[in-house]
């Protein structure tokens, strides 16, 4: 069965940075990864996404407007990991964060093209 349990979320200051992990099953490891984020009353959105290919070519990364100057997404497939990193955070980003795995190994920012997600965590910035 396919699974992807986020962690690293919690309450963080203002201008702090923030680091969130997803732990997917092994079956997921060729597949793109992305992250999106839903604040209460708001739909769902995407926050980035990682591609995957053979490694010499190296993986596409793709990241929304809002967070694309302080943000990084990265993976590690040894560990069967990805992981989000957000600097400078700020109470806009307070939201429930997903991880989500995508149908093929391209970047996209449509959650459509992810068919596999996580339970999400809470991400509360204060100010």
């Known amino acids: 069965q396919e699974q992807l349990v986020e962690s690293g979320g919690g309450l963080v200051q203002a201008g702090d940075s923030l680091r969130l992990s997803c732990k997917f099953s092994?079956?997921?490891?060729?597949?793109?990864m992305g992250w999106f984020r839903q604040a209460p009353g708001k739909e769902r959105e995407f926050v980035a996404a990682?591609?995957?290919?053979?490694?010499?070519?190296?993986?596409?990364?793709v990241y929304a407007e809002a967070v694309k100057d302080r943000s990084t997404i990265f993976r590690n497939n040894l560990k069967n990991t990805v992981y989000l990193l957000i600097s400078n955070v700020k109470p806009e980003d307070t939201a429930v964060y997903y991880c989500?795995?995508?149908?093929?190994?391209?970047?996209?920012?449509?959650?459509?093209?992810?068919?596999?997600w996580g339970q999400g965590t809470q991400v509360t910035v204060s100010s």
């Open positions: 989500a795995a995508g149908i093929n190994g391209t970047a996209s920012r449509q959650p459509t093209d992810f068919d596999s």
């Open positions: 990682v591609g995957w290919r053979p490694m010499w070519r190296g993986y596409e990364l």
């Open positions: 092994g079956s997921l490891s060729a597949r793109a």
